[in-house]
């Protein structure tokens, strides 16, 4: 079936293309052009094609039709990219490179209107009244520091402006699924002032049944956001922006099974004794002042993050009142920062130049209880407390009208102090750590022709250090180093036949140093943090966009990736589990990054309002753990919407997974098994939107 699906998909693509369909009249020029896409991955409005970057950017429209509600559903329109989906663990993988289990950071960064989420607990966000999101691939140390080793997602809200317009959406689906999206915006004084309001509630069942009590909810869901936007333009060169924005979020995240194993079970079934929950609070606040003149642009942006997590897990992920075991945990983070940049607006050499401070508090409460023997095994509470600040720069000189160097430098300071008390364990202690980075980045480009450049770029990332919250160990096994890496790139982005073909290719490698790793302890037999290993990953990603006939567009993406360790000699029980022996995973594949992963879309609008479209997204197999023991093969979902379009009002009809490809997002050894979370199933709903 997968191989039919795909042969059948690559054909129409291709025979499209190849079609006579450029030869329609010039009247229709503008039709069957691909649009300029605005971006603002350097932290300046540029077009995408001229930006010596490899990334993917996604407009309000386009994940509308592609249905991308969250950011799982958006890396998979992304080459080389994926997510690890583990109760409240949402890691970005970005090049195969991917941190350990439990991390507190992603090694990719990632930015909602210029603020950090620093913790991947909160990088799984619901999309809603959206400007567009933009995935940058690579490390991006220069201009946004810790953290984006790997790359990043800049998520970019809606500004309301002198246009009143708003939507109401109501969405119902499978498994009692409903979501509904309400936004408005415009004036309050033309040309001056400017409000704007969103909401957002999904809520479903759950597509997970409790075999062991029958409950068909144990993986439900249910998320209220809101958001709003007031602007202000007191005159012509000055803007301001306030952003504030709410999120709840109550989910029963019962989700994990056996895949082998006694306890095996079929997919979407579990059987447990503990109801399971994950309960998530956040809430933000941007404020964004801007000054445009003819010559410079400045910019600064203030913002404040509150986020708090409490989560239950049933350790033990079975029924047997013998054996129930559970670790409630509880987490808060808040978050200040502070960024000023000026740059240039226009000329030969264009720079920018900016200043950047973060406060950031965190509290891990991490309690393992053993129910069954009436006992808490252990308790550490962490608080840590972080505090950085950069200076950091980047300019670009344009020579012979076709060649552009760009140099960068970031100097980056940062310090974090930990502290771990253990009331059951009657243990405690303290460390402080900081680090000095320079984070350089170097790029030349060269415009091939008015519609072809060609790159090269050589970057440095890390991801910082930090303490192992989640166990009472020793002094030592508290705390590990940062983790770095260097990115080596080459590539093309090119338009064909007057911009009704866009066509992106590029190659890289990426060297991975002090890398991060889970281990147990020599001596005390605990999981620790080291910085054990180094690694590598290089591979191509390619990418298409087309307009070959009035109202349909193509596009498709290919990404291969190998990403391995170089060296890594783990510390792991034998298979016995009765001694600790050393393993050597050199060659072993690097978790969660998959071998390829690809994407093909075809979408066509007719004049009449009816509109389709089919996306085939495909993902090449990948390993849960370091040991390589636990794989997922290769899958590919298909996913199809239709429906019509009136001037004001739209109804569409979607199904998910068309074939309801069974698949892992999260899998992992456990004792003697292996454990996993399934992908959604196949399912089927309709969407109606009115717009004003």
């Known amino acids: 079936m997968h191989i039919t699906v795909a042969k059948i998909l690559t054909t129409v693509v291709a025979t499209l293309l190849c079609s006579n369909a450029y030869g329609d009249s010039l009247e229709e020029e503008n039709v069957l052009q691909l649009e300029t896409v605005t971006v603002t991955a350097q932290k300046k409005e540029e077009n995408v094609q001229e930006v010596p970057i490899s990334m993917d950017v996604f407009s309000e429209m386009e994940m509308e039709d592609a249905r991308i509600l969250d950011t799982p559903d958006m890396v998979r329109f992304c080459p080389n990219v994926s997510m690890m989906e583990r109760s409240c663990e949402h890691i970005v993988v970005i090049r195969g490179i991917s941190p350990f289990r439990g991390t507190t950071y992603s090694n990719a960064g990632f930015y909602v209107d210029d603020v950090s989420y620093p913790l991947h607990y909160g990088q799984n966000i619901d999309f809603f009244d959206l400007e567009r999101a933009e995935v940058l691939k690579g490390p991006q140390g220069t201009l946004y520091g810790r953290n984006t080793e790997s790359g990043v997602i800049n998520i970019i809200t809606k500004q309301p402006d002198n246009q009143l317009s708003g939507k109401i959406l109501a969405e119902y689906g499978d ?55 007031l602007r202000w333009t007191p005159s012509d060169p000055w803007g301001m922006s306030l ?42 606040q941007i404020m964004r002042i801007k000054y445009d003149s003819d010559d410079l642009h400045f910019l600064s942006v203030t913002g404040r993050l509150y986020q708090d997590l409490d989560k239950v897990n049933d350790c033990d992920l079975w029924d047997n009142p013998k054996d129930r075991k559970i670790n409630p945990t509880k987490l808060k983070i808040r978050q200040y920062s502070q960024e000023f940049r000026i740059s240039s607006q ?37 608080d840590i407390d972080a505090r950085g600040c950069a200076a950091f720069g980047q300019g670009t000189y344009t020579f012979l009208d076709k060649f552009h160097l760009t140099a960068g430098l970031r100097l980056d300071h940062e310090e974090m102090e930990g502290d771990l008390k253990d009331p059951v364990q009657n243990k405690g202690y303290s460390k402080d750590l900081s680090y000095d ?26 991801l910082v250090g930090g303490y192992n919250w989640g166990l009472t160990g020793t002094l030592e096994t508290f705390s590990y180093e940062p983790e770095y890496t260097w990115n080596y790139e080459t590539g093309i982005k090119s338009a064909w036949l007057d911009d009704r073909l866009m066509a992106n290719l590029s190659l890289f490698y990426i060297s991975i140093d002090d890398k991060q790793v889970s281990e147990l302890h020599p001596t005390i037999a605990m999981t620790t943090i080291s910085n054990a290993a180094k690694a590598h990953s290089q591979g191509v990603e390619l990418e298409v966009q087309a307009k070959p006939l009035r109202g349909l567009d193509l596009s498709a993406g290919f990404g291969y ?20 022996v050393k393993k050597n995973y050199a060659d072993n594949d690097l978790p969660y990054a998959p071998k390829y992963t690809y994407n093909v879309s075809a979408q066509y609008r007719s004049p009449s309002g009816f509109f389709a479209r089919a996306d085939l997204l495909g993902s090449g197999p990948f390993c849960g753990d370091a040991a390589n023991k636990a794989e997922q093969d290769a899958y590919e979902i298909v996913n199809l919407r239709f429906g019509y379009e009136w001037r004001d009002f739209d109804l569409s009809f979607w199904v998910q997974n068309l074939f309801d490809e069974e698949y892992c997002t999260f899998l992992s050894p456990f004792q003697q098994s292996t454990v996993g979370i399934d992908g959604p199933p196949r399912t089927i709903g309709a969407t109606a939107v009115w717009r004003f």
């Open 175 to 229: 498994y009692n699924s409903f979501r509904s999206v309400a936004n408005v915006s415009g004036p309050i004084v033309d040309d001056t002032l400017y409000l704007g309001g969103a909401f957002q509630y999904r809520s479903s069942d759950g597509y997970v049944e409790n075999e062991s009590n029958g409950d068909d909810r144990a993986a439900d869901l249910s998320h209220l956001a809101g958001r709003a936007t």
């Open 243 to 284: 952003i504030a924005d709410i999120m709840n979020a109550d989910d029963h995240g019962a989700e994990t099974r056996f895949l082998t194993g006694p306890h095996e079970t079929d997919p979407h079934k579990i059987r447990r004794d503990t109801d399971a929950y994950l309960k998530q609070n956040w809430n933000s």
């Open 346 to 382: 226009a000329g030969p050499f264009e720079w920018l130049a900016g200043l950047y401070g973060f406060i950031e508090d965190s509290r891990f409460n991490y309690k393992y209880e053993i129910l069954s023997a009436g006992m808490t095994y252990m308790n550490p509470i962490t």
């Open 437 to 462: 980075e320079a984070l350089p980045k170097f790029s030349l480009s060269y415009d091939l022709s008015g519609d072809m450049m060609a790159y090269a770029s050589a970057s440095k990332g890390y």
């Open 561 to 580: 990736n190998e990403a391995r360790f170089d060296r890594f000699m783990a510390t792991v029980w034998n298979d016995a589990g009765t001694a600790l």
